[in-house]
């Protein structure tokens, strides 16, 4: 089993082969993710809001994140292991940026740092470098961002809003600073198929998306909860995702109950007949 390395995906947009990273919270979904070949598995900050139930995704600490990724690190062998900065580090200046990435690395074992917002501190991505670091530099159309520009976040559907072809030459500006600052890769947060392919030429490094992406990038990052219908609304309403997980889970429970209730043997337990 050979380990992949962030030369490999360099090689991968140089021959046009795509990339896939999935996002996950826990050792058995890390492995299972690592199981099917993904390149990358990423430690996002958005476990506060879809598994741990939080309103606010800026409640996330450092500590537990580096809880999550440590378990997400023991289920994989092969892929890359990333993780997102929690709200704080990046604001609070380079030296708390550098000092929360070495934890990442020395206690987490991660092979790369994903931050957020990287456009706006690209002193942060060339201080992380300098320190051995690799970065994952996220850009692109945020709530934050979309704010400044005076663009809508969603449009009428209710979905991600794609940039307009007159922030062609913005992004491209900042992906190649981002580049220049020393990122490996890049996450390009609502690309759009018009501004997303000429970002991905202007730059040599991977061009990855998640919300709002598309085949037009060199890759994608999915959540994995969101790939395999993981949530309580899934068993409301079928989901348009991959696997209805959440239904299963609910089946399997339900009959588990039965079980107990009329007094049998629940399945997988020594004694079954």
């Given at each position: 089993?050979?380990?992949?390395?962030?030369p490999?995906?360099?090689?991968?947009?140089?021959?046009g082969?795509?990339?896939?990273?999935?996002?996950?919270?826990?050792?058995?979904?890390?492995?299972?993710?690592?199981r099917?070949?993904v390149?990358?598995?990423s430690?996002?900050?958005t476990?506060?809001k879809?598994?741990w139930?939080?309103?606010?995704?800026?409640?996330?600490?450092m500590?537990?994140?580096?809880?999550v990724?440590?378990?997400?690190?023991?289920?994989?062998?092969?892929?890359?292991?990333s993780?997102?900065?929690?709200?704080?580090?990046?604001?609070?200046?380079?030296?708390?940026?550098?000092?929360?990435?070495?934890?990442?690395?020395?206690?987490?074992?991660?092979?790369?740092?994903?931050?957020?917002?990287?456009?706006?501190?690209?002193?942060?991505?060339t201080a992380?470098?300098?320190a051995?670091?690799?970065?994952?530099?996220q850009?692109?159309?945020?709530?934050?961002t979309?704010?400044?520009?005076?663009?809508?976040y969603?449009?009428?559907a209710?979905?991600?809003a794609?940039?307009?072809?007159?922030?062609?030459?913005?992004?491209?500006?900042e992906?190649?600073?981002?580049?220049?600052?020393?990122?490996?890769?890049?996450d390009f947060?609502?690309?759009g198929?018009?501004?997303?392919?000429?970002?991905?030429?202007a730059?040599?490094?991977p061009?990855?998306?998640?919300f709002?992406?598309?085949?037009?990038?060199?890759?994608?990052?999915?959540?994995?909860?969101a790939?395999?219908?993981?949530?309580?609304?899934?068993l409301?309403?079928?989901?348009d995702?991959?696997?209805?997980?959440?239904?299963?889970?609910?089946?399997?429970l339900?009959?588990?109950?039965?079980?107990?209730?009329?007094a049998?043997?629940?399945?997988?337990?020594?004694?079954?007949?």
């Open positions: 089993m050979t380990a992949v390395t962030i490999d995906l360099h090689e991968k947009k140089a021959r082969e795509k990339i896939f990273g999935v996002v996950a919270w826990d050792t058995p979904m890390a492995a299972i993710a690592d099917v070949g390149e990358i598995v430690v996002g900050d476990v506060g879809n598994l139930g939080h309103d606010n995704p800026l409640a996330v600490t500590d537990e994140m580096l809880v990724t440590k378990a997400v690190r023991r289920g994989v062998k092969r892929a890359l292991v993780a997102d900065f929690p709200y704080g580090p990046l604001q609070e200046g380079v030296d708390s940026a550098v000092r929360a990435a070495i934890r990442f690395v020395k206690e987490a074992g991660v092979d790369m740092i994903k931050l957020d917002g990287a456009a706006d501190y690209p002193e942060a991505v992380l470098t300098r051995g670091i690799p970065v994952w530099a850009f692109g159309l945020t709530p934050q979309a704010l400044a520009m005076g663009l809508p969603e449009n009428q209710g979905s991600a794609n940039l307009p072809a007159t922030m062609t030459e913005r992004m491209i500006a992906a190649r600073m981002l580049e220049q600052a020393g990122a490996v890769l890049l947060t609502n690309s198929p018009i501004v997303g392919p000429e970002v991905v030429k730059v040599s490094i061009v990855i998306g998640g709002g992406g598309g085949p037009w990038l060199d890759g994608r990052i999915r959540l994995s909860s790939a395999t219908g993981y949530s309580v609304a899934a409301d309403k079928e989901p995702t991959y696997a209805n997980v959440a239904r299963v889970i609910h089946d399997a339900s009959e588990c109950a039965a079980d107990v209730r009329a049998r043997q629940i399945k997988g337990q020594p004694g079954r007949t």
